[in-house]
Antibody, heavy 119, light 110 residues
Framework: QLQLQESGPGLVKPSETLSLTCTVSGGSISTNFYYWGWIRQAPGKGLECIGNIFYSGATYYSPSLRGRVSMSVDTSTNQFSLTLASVTAADTAVYFC???????????WGQGTLVTVSS | QSVLTQPPSVSAAPGQKVTISCSGSSSDIGNNYVSWYQQVPGTAAKLLIYENTRRPSGVPDRFSASKSGTSATLGITGLQTGDEADYYCGAWDSSVSAWMFGGGTKLTVL
């Protein structure tokens, strides 16, 4: 049974960098069939895809966040990570990590972690 | 701002049928697979439909979906109070090389 678990600070100051890690268990991150993604949901709002990363390091990011977002993958620890620079209150959200099938759907999600941007 | 347009809310009585639409363009729905997700507030989303019409194992056949041109539709029959949730469509947008979710539809079972 695949499991994904987000971890990282729950509070980040404005203008600083948000960093989260997703630990994958019950399956290898080094698979040709899946990307690994980050999705967020601001309070009371809908789902927003931040981007996905392949185990080789190939990435694609949301157009609205390009320039501030970066993702990386560590196959030795079965983890992938998200960094989002220059955060503002608008980046306050629950951040989910998820597995993204290459045929374009998210089939397994972490429980999500709330990140609040506040001084 | 979502490029996939969904109605903000739909409602129906228990036992009835409801449909949720998702409207896009040739760069997303028109030329890529659509998937659908169910999210109970405060929890992670759950995959309901993938590759336009296919149901993962464990999803009841009360849930179905279709796609025509640049639009897709999710249908739920035999509504139950447990179906109350937010529903999202999603598709790849080839014009910006990014994945997109619809704005979400809140289902109320009256």
């Amino acid at each position: 049974q695949l499991q994904l678990q987000e971890s990282g600070p729950g509070l980040v100051k404005p203008s600083e960098t948000l960093s989260l890690t997703c630990t994958v268990s019950g399956g290898s991150i080094s698979t040709n069939f899946y990307y690994w993604g980050w999705i967020r949901q601001a309070p009371g709002k809908g789902l927003e895809c931040i981007g996905n990363i392949f185990y080789s390091g190939a990435t694609y990011y949301s157009p609205s966040l390009r320039g501030r977002v970066s993702m990386s993958v560590d196959t030795s620890t079965n983890q992938f990570s998200l960094t989002l620079a220059s955060v503002t209150a608008a980046d306050t959200a629950v951040y989910f990590c998820a597995r993204h099938h290459k045929n374009s759907f998210y089939d397994s999600w972490g429980q999500g972690t709330l990140v609040t941007v506040s001084s | 701002q979502s490029v996939l347009t969904q109605p903000p809310s739909v409602s129906a009585a228990p036992g009835q049928k409801v449909t949720i639409s998702c409207s896009g363009s040739s760069s997303d729905i028109g030329n890529n697979y659509v998937s659908w997700y169910q999210q109970v507030p405060g929890t992670a989303a759950k995959l309901l439909i993938y590759e336009n019409t296919r149901r993962p194992s464990g999803v009841p056949d009360r849930f179905s979906a279709s796609k025509s041109g640049t639009s897709a539709t999710l249908g739920i029959t035999g509504l139950q109070t447990g179906d109350e949730a937010d529903y999202y469509c999603g598709a790849w947008d080839s014009s910006v090389s990014a994945w997109m979710f619809g704005g979400g539809t809140k289902l109320t079972v009256l």
